[in-house]
């Protein structure tokens, strides 16, 4: 168990809906990276917060949404679903965006657009 | 940008025998990190090695150790005595090392799928 929780564990929706994933980093970590894994493009980085501020974006879509919380639990905001957003979505926190070398995975959020 | 290759797909290896899987990549960067990481079945995300670029000793854990050429761009994954247990997806990753105001995001590669034959 890394320490870091994500809810739904599975999430079946239709197109065109909005979901919002939900992610608590380990106790004392400040950064929290989103993550999306899917068949076509592999693991691929989405965005990072750090202190609820944004940090940095990568191959987010601008459907696509998160933000950190004074708790600092993160959510991920996915709108007009496309069968195409199916995919495992992790979040991983670590202590701070600098000097630290290791990210912990949370277990995913399955979802499924059909 | 930095890009992570695997070039194997797939791979098999008898149990308590070693497997060696392959991991390039690209980066003008001269100090950064790099990460093997064991995706099972359950889908969670389980490091197990790290290498830091500026160590020219090759990182071990247990039974995994690591391969890591600097100058080629290599840094590949040996699992000595493979159990039932490793068979997974394997992924490669890089890390910058300094980001300044940017990111430490992992890029990963595509994966490497490790099956056990009793």
């Known amino acids: 168990d890394s320490g870091v929780t994500q809810t739904p564990k599975h999430l079946i929706t239709a197109t065109g809906q909005r979901v919002t994933l939900r992610c608590s980093p380990r106790s004392g970590d400040l950064s929290v990276y989103w993550y999306q894994q899917s068949l076509d493009q592999g693991l691929q980085f989405l965005i990072q917060?750090?202190?609820?501020?944004?940090?940095a974006k990568g191959n987010i879509l601008e459907r696509f949404s998160a933000q950190q919380f004074p708790d600092l639990h993160s959510e991920l905001n996915l709108s007009s679903l496309e069968l195409g957003d199916s995919a495992l979505y992790f979040c991983?926190?670590?202590?701070?965006?600098?000097?630290?070398?290791?990210?912990?995975f949370g277990p995913g959020t399955r979802l499924t657009v059909t | 940008a930095q890009t992570v290759t695997q070039s194997q797909p797939e791979m098999s290896v008898q149990e308590a025998e070693t497997v060696t899987l392959s991991c390039t990549y690209d980066t003008s960067e001269s100090d950064y990190y790099l990460f093997w990481y064991k995706q099972p079945p359950s889908r969670q995300m389980i490091l197990v090695i790290r290498q830091e670029a500026y160590k020219q000793q090759n990182a071990t854990e247990n039974r995994f150790s690591v391969n890591f050429q600097k100058a080629a761009k290599s840094f590949s994954l040996k699992i000595s005595d493979s159990q039932l247990g490793d068979a997974a997806m394997y992924f490669c990753?890089?890390?910058?090392?300094?980001?300044?105001?940017?990111?430490?995001?992992?890029?990963f590669g595509k994966g490497t799928k490790l099956s056990v034959i009793p």
């Open positions: 990753a890089y890390r910058r090392m300094y980001s300044g105001a940017g990111s430490y995001q992992l890029t």
């Open positions: 917060y750090y202190n609820g501020e944004e940090r």
């Open positions: 991983a926190s670590s202590v701070a965006a600098q000097d630290t070398y290791e990210q912990y």
